[in-house]
């Protein structure tokens, strides 16, 4: 699987909306980006995945650079309990294999 | 759909007792789980890996014969962790496989070992 690059941590105001990063440069044809987060003390939860086109759900959306080396998850309008840390993690599809997570970003949204 | 649950979310034990921790795929069947773990302010670290009616594939430096994986069913496996000492205290948390390809998380549990 591709190695992905997040920032560390990033902040948003309530309302607003959250735009968090991720980069992937060594991604192959076949891989998928795919959105997790883990608020603090639960498990991970599946936000959202793509190949190359944008992609939208009730959560979030996903927007995929042409050249597919980077990525965009953005939450529309930010609340308190999008406080998290948000994984992007890059991989082929269909897949039964584990996930590798990294660092990804500690997203803080404030009043 | 999609839900994931783990009973229980959360235990305290004595040193030398054995623990047992159930992971259950609400509304799917999932031939693949996974065993994650995960100490303070650290990212997930895989386990291992369940298939059900095989035995686990355990990660590089995980003892298999401490963290007993039994998946004997297409919607349950579980982690027992045998003989639990202090430095096993940590956050187990399992995932199911749905429709051979997203992943999907329990909610967790907290383990604390005296």
Same mark, same amino acid.
């Given at each position: 699987?591709?190695?992905?690059?997040?920032?560390?941590?990033?902040?948003?105001?309530?309302?607003?909306?959250?735009? %968090?990063?991720?980069? =992937?440069? /060594?991604?192959?044809?076949?891989?998928?980006? &795919?959105?997790?987060?883990?608020?603090h003390s639960?498990?991970?939860?599946?936000?959202?995945?793509?190949?190359?086109?944008?992609?939208?759900?009730?959560?979030?959306?996903?927007?995929?650079?042409?050249?597919?080396?980077?990525?965009? %998850?953005?939450?529309? =309008?930010? /609340?308190?309990?999008?406080?998290?840390v948000? &994984?992007?993690?890059?991989?082929?599809?269909?897949?039964?294999?584990?996930?590798?997570?990294?660092?990804?970003?500690?997203?803080?949204?404030?009043? | 759909?999609?839900?994931?649950?783990?009973?229980?979310?959360?235990?305290?034990?004595?040193?030398?007792?054995?623990?047992?921790?159930?992971?259950?795929?609400?509304?799917?069947?999932?031939?693949?789980?996974?065993?994650?773990r995960q100490f303070p302010k650290q990212s997930l670290m895989?386990?291992?890996?369940?298939?059900?009616?095989?035995?686990?594939?355990?990660?590089?430096?995980?003892?298999?014969?401490?963290?007993?994986?039994?998946?004997?069913?297409?919607?349950?496996?579980?982690?027992?962790?045998?003989?639990?000492?202090?430095e096993?205290s940590s956050f187990?948390?399992?995932?199911?496989?749905?429709?051979?390809?997203?992943?999907?998380?329990?909610?967790g549990?907290r383990l604390t070992?005296?």
């Amino acid at each position: 699987d591709a190695k992905t690059t997040q920032p560390t941590s990033m902040d948003c105001a309530e309302g607003r909306a959250a735009n %968090l990063p991720c980069n =992937h440069s /060594t991604i192959s044809g076949n891989e998928y980006v &795919y959105w997790y987060r883990q608020i603090h003390s639960q498990g991970p939860q599946y936000i959202i995945h793509g190949l190359k086109n944008n992609e939208t759900n009730e959560m979030a959306s996903l927007i995929i650079t042409e050249d597919r080396k980077s990525s965009t %998850l953005i939450l529309p =309008h930010a /609340t308190l309990r999008d406080t998290a840390v948000y &994984y992007c993690i890059v991989r082929v599809s269909p897949n039964t294999d584990k996930l590798i997570f990294g660092t990804g970003t500690r997203l803080q949204v404030f009043p | 759909g999609a839900v994931v649950s783990q009973h229980p979310s959360w235990v305290i034990c004595k040193s030398g007792t054995s623990v047992k921790i159930e992971c259950r795929s609400l509304d799917f069947q999932a031939t693949t789980m996974f065993w994650y773990r995960q100490f303070p302010k650290q990212s997930l670290m895989l386990m291992a890996t369940s298939n059900e009616g095989s035995k686990a594939t355990y990660e590089q430096g995980v003892e298999k014969d401490k963290f007993l994986i039994n998946h004997a069913s297409l919607t349950l496996s579980t982690l027992t962790v045998t003989s639990a000492h202090p430095e096993d205290s940590s956050f187990y948390i399992c995932s199911a496989v749905h429709s051979g390809d997203t992943q999907y998380f329990g909610p967790g549990t907290r383990l604390t070992v005296l």
